[in-house]
């Protein structure tokens, strides 16, 4: 995944949430969320239980509030202050709490995988000004906290006998931070416009390749996406929950699209694993020589 | 090959008849260096401006500038973002993108080339300055020179003709400073690219440019060869305190002989050998520390940021007198600001013990007694008008702000934003103990000798000053005891003269140059007040 070209990093995770979105069928919801999952395990985020366990307690959460809330359905468990607990309402909640997580995760995911430089990457083909805006934005954010942290530096040792109040510090400590940035500003623009800016010719520049495992990406997604589509058009997939759940008999329109969206978040996790593989493999290859 | 020929340039801004400059002409041929030298607001920086079409100030010009043969208002202004680049003082407000690679692609973009020739163009110019390794960080992690470097490559990325500098080194250390000025050097030498610079460090610039305009105080400008020029720099009071020792020394008994000036640390040896009799070998000295008792404290201070790094401070043990100046130097990441900000109670150190005043910091609150200036003296201004930063005291004895009552601190010039800074401390609060972080930074050697006169003020009307520094010169002028701060510990304190007559590299201009004639002499009013008493060789 983090191999992954920003394009074909795009394609794949709007025709993944995309499709997750649109179609309303248990079956789908599992692939989808035991994707995520496994996505999410294979980046190198920090203390990942901790994160997992979070996932899975909301998971748990959202699933039991539905029932509790919503009394629809025919087929009560049990009755709660008077009211219905149907079976109906929890199969309802733990399928869209199931899609709720599996968007959350692949969300979580994306973070990880579409850097600041992918992102800006996206942004600039079409918009360079706005990816140059957006970068700037970038570089500045760290430095205002700089400067910020000096400020407040400059206050805690020299006025520390001041009887400022804390929120009164914060916001003069703001109001300089933003006469700094503005005449700063001012220089910043100079080297810009020494630089070309105005001239326009816009566009930003390409870092990345786009290699074949991209090419097979790109062509997975929208074939996962174009077929979700047509499944959803021509055939009925999605699960009736009220007043009783009518599942519509297993076809091959479900069969083919959640295989197919096994297939584009599978093919990358394998992609990269092997590469990897490769990778560590030559490199101890030559240490042992 | 000439480049850039200015004829009879005059400038004065819209609204203002007052010119900045007049009449100032000036040439420049391929792989030249050319430094244009001013006191402040010679108009260096304007002049600069009026040479990159881009940047053109407002206001009404007559003249003309001649780029490669051709009046400079017919060249288009694609070719002069590409050719002509400016590079301004403070290296973080240049950098506009998030990361280096992008940095240096954005002059590329800019100007419509292809990807493959940024590219291209990113890999020579990364591996020309040593930047490879850097290309993926975010340019907010680099260190100044760092980023003052990533400035000069991303415009040398478009394969200018022309650099126009806007005093580059001015927040950089001694050490990245030089380094800049030899990357100079290196481009005018190897790629034939023409350099004019705006610039006060003339001891490391004097001896590799080719010409020199000086911009005088009365709108006049001279301009001519090194030799030519350095004689009226001498001569000027803006400019002299900024010239190396030698230099001055010759300034002071030019009217005596007709040599030539010297120039190099070299020249100036061989003056003062050939010149100038070494019968008296030291000044005597009188002022004494040693009765005087001891304000702050530090035992065996440690200090680490992380868990899995070296330590910073590493056992600082360190007694400073009441009433005196301590000077603390020492190369860029030693941990200098570190142990300001230790003293200063920022930062906790994790073993050691600081006394202030015979009491211990941990116990008690001592830190009323301390007064801390920061490196970035803009960090010290919260209001909008020099009288509300100074609660209306603008009279003091170390500046009359009257005249800018009401302008923006920012709007003064460093070594005034400086002064405010120290005034304000001394105004807010009645501590005793004054940490200043490089007070001169970015100062030319006039506003030095200012600076250098507040501390002593502060020292005579008994505060205890402790200043952290890279400008040895400032040092050499008001220090009472100086310490180098070298892998974590305070070593050799001692009194400048002692300090900077045994060190090699860490010295001043009037040690280097004063070695094995005299001992002890590490400033320059020393130096020609000992050159004084002496006298003339072959004069009776």
Same mark, same amino acid.
């Given at each position: 995944m983090k191999r992954l070209h920003p394009i074909s990093l795009f394609a794949l995770y709007v025709s993944v949430l995309a499709s997750t979105m649109l179609v309303k069928n248990p079956v789908y919801s599992a692939v989808s969320l035991a994707g995520s999952v496994l996505i999410f395990m294979c980046t /190198?985020?920090?203390s990942k239980f901790k994160e997992l366990s979070f996932y899975a307690l909301l998971f748990l959460i959202l699933s039991v509030v539905n029932p509790i809330f919503n009394h629809r359905g025919?087929?009560?468990m049990f009755f709660l202050n008077d009211k219905p607990v149907t079976f109906e309402a929890l199969f309802y909640g733990i399928n869209s709490s199931a899609v709720l997580l599996s968007v959350l995760l692949w969300c979580r995911t994306l973070s990880v995988y579409l850097t600041n430089d992918k992102l800006l990457y996206i942004i600039g083909r079409r918009f360079p000004k706005i990816a140059v805006l957006l970068s700037m934005v970038l570089r500045f954010i760290p430095d205002m906290m700089n400067q910020g942290k000096k400020y407040l530096e400059y206050k805690n040792v020299n /006025?520390?006998?001041?009887? /400022?109040?804390g929120v009164k510090k914060y916001a003069s400590v703001f109001s300089a931070l933003v006469t700094w940035s503005l005449e700063n500003g001012i220089e910043t623009a100079d080297s810009m416009k020494a630089r070309g800016? /105005?001239?326009?010719?816009g566009k930003s520049a390409d870092f990345f390749s786009f290699r074949t495992e991209d090419a097979v990406t790109v062509l997975l997604s929208t074939v996962s996406f174009v077929m979700t589509c047509t499944v959803l058009y021509f055939s009925n997939v999605n699960v009736d929950f009220y007043p009783n759940i009518i599942i519509p008999k297993i076809g091959y329109g479900i069969i083919s699209i959640s295989l197919i969206l096994i297939a584009v978040y599978l093919f990358p996790v394998f992609f990269n694993f092997f590469i990897d593989k490769k990778r560590n493999r030559i490199i101890t290859e030559r240490k042992k020589i | 090959m000439n480049i850039l020929n200015v004829e009879n340039l005059s400038f004065s801004y819209a %609204?203002? #008849? !007052?010119?900045? @400059?007049?009449?100032v002409s000036f040439a420049a041929d391929e792989g030249e260096i050319l430094l244009i030298c001013g006191g402040t607001a010679s108009g260096k920086t304007t002049l600069l401006k009026c040479l990159k079409p881009e940047l053109s100030p407002y206001g009404k010009i007559s003249g003309k500038i001649m780029f490669m043969g051709n009046n400079i208002e017919n060249v288009s202004s694609n070719l002069t973002t590409a050719v002509i680049g400016y590079v301004m003082q403070r290296p973080e407000n240049q950098?506009?993108? $998030? !990361?280096v690679k992008n940095e240096l692609a954005f002059c590329g973009e800019n100007i419509g080339l292809s990807d493959a020739e940024i590219k291209r163009q990113i890999a020579e110019t990364a591996a020309y300055f040593g930047l490879e390794a850097l290309?993926?960080?975010?340019?907010?992690? +680099?260190?100044g020179g760092q980023r003052q470097l990533l400035n000069l490559a991303a415009v040398l990325t478009v394969k200018p003709k022309l650099i126009l500098l806007d005093? *580059?080194?001015?927040? +950089?250390?001694p050490v990245a400073a030089g380094n800049f000025i030899g990357t100079l050097q290196r481009i005018t030498n190897e790629l034939g690219i023409t350099v004019i610079i705006a610039e006060h460090r003339f001891e490391q610039l004097l001896p590799i440019v080719d010409r020199i305009l000086m911009l005088k105080s009365d709108m006049q400008a001279v301009y001519g060869s090194v030799k030519e020029i350095a004689d009226k720099m001498i001569s000027s009071s803006e400019i002299?305190?900024? +010239?190396p020792s030698w230099m001055r020394l010759y300034g002071q008994f030019r009217c005596k002989f007709n040599s030539s000036v010297p120039i190099t640390l070299s020249d100036g040896r061989n003056f003062i050998e050939n010149?100038?009799?070494?019968?008296?070998?030291e000044l005597k000295r009188t002022d004494c520390l040693m009765n005087k008792e001891i304000a702050v404290k530090l035992k065996d201070i440690c200090f680490a940021y992380e868990k899995n790094k070296n330590d910073v401070l590493n056992g600082v043990t360190l007694n400073i007198r009441s009433q005196s100046i301590f000077m603390i130097m020492g190369s860029n990441g030693s941990g200098k600001s570190t142990l300001l900000s230790v003293i200063s109670g920022i930062l906790k150190p994790y073993r050691g013990k600081i006394t202030i005043d015979g009491k211990c910091i941990d116990k008690c !609150?001592? @830190? %009323?007694?301390i007064s801390l200036l920061p490196? #970035?003296?803009?960090?010290?201004f919260f209001c909008d008008t020099v009288k509300e930063e100074l609660n209306g005291n603008l009279?003091? #004895?170390?500046?009359?702000f009257s005249l800018y009552a009401?302008? $923006? *601190?920012?709007?003064?010039?460093g070594g005034q934003q400086q002064l405010l800074a120290i005034e304000k401390l001394v105004n807010s609060n009645k501590s005793g103990i004054f940490l200043l972080d490089e007070?001169? !930074?970015? +100062?030319d050697g006039k506003m030095r000798q200012i600076i250098a006169e507040v501390v002593q003020k502060l020292k005579h009307s008994g505060k205890t000053v402790i200043a952290v520094t890279h400008d040895m010169e400032f040092a050499a002028m008001c220090a009472d005891e100086c310490g180098l701060l070298f892998n974590g510990e305070i070593i050799s304190v001692d009194t400048p003269q002692n300090f900077f007559s045994s060190n090699l590299y860490y010295t001043t201009s009037a040690a280097k140059v004063s070695c094995n004639f005299y001992n002890g002499i590490c400033n320059t009013d020393d130096l020609i007040k000992i050159c004084h008493i002496n006298g003339l060789k072959g004069v009776q």
């Open positions: /190198e985020i920090h025919n087929t009560p /006025e520390k006998n001041a009887d /400022e109040l800016f /105005e001239l326009g010719a | %609204g203002c #008849d !007052k010119r900045i @400059f007049n009449q950098t506009v993108t $998030h !990361k290309l993926e960080q975010e340019t907010s992690t +680099l260190s005093e *580059p080194t001015s927040q +950089l250390d002299s305190q900024s +010239l010149n100038i009799k070494n019968d008296i070998k !609150k001592a @830190f %009323g007694s490196q #970035d003296v803009q960090t010290s009279k003091s #004895d170390i500046y009359d009401d302008t $923006h *601190p920012y709007d003064l010039s007070p001169t !930074k970015g +100062l």
